[in-house]
Structure formats: structure tokens, C-alpha cells
């Protein structure tokens, strides 16, 4: 367990992880940009009906 939060070299493989990270991030904002959008068109009309 302590391995994971001894320091690393920044190369290469940092870069990377950081471009996995940054893509793994948009695409999950996109996500729930595209879940919040599908709630709130559906729920608006369904809350006006209830009451």
C-alpha cells in the first residue's frame, strides 16, 4: 500500500495518465450533462401534472 503513495517521475507515463484522466473526465461530465438533460425534459412535465 505504501507504493502507491511514494513519488513517481513525471515522464512519459505521466503524461499519459494524465490524457487517460482528462479524456476519462469528459466524457464523464458528458455523461451526466446527457442524464440531467433526459431528467429534466421528461420530470418538468410529469412535476406539472402531479400537482
Keep these: ?3 502507491k503513495n511514494s513519488p513517481k517521475k513525471q515522464g512519459k507515463s505521466g503524461d499519459a495518465r494524465e490524457e487517460r484522466l482528462k479524456a476519462a473526465l469528459k466524457a464523464n461530465m458528458a455523461r451526466r450533462k446527457a442524464q440531467a438533460k ?3 425534459t421528461p420530470g418538468d412535465k ?3 401534472d402531479e400537482g
Aim: hydrophobic content about 45%; glycine content about 0%; charged content about 45%.
Design 46 to 48: 410529469a412535476d406539472k
Design 1 to 3: 500500500m505504501t507504493e
Design 38 to 40: 433526459a431528467r429534466a
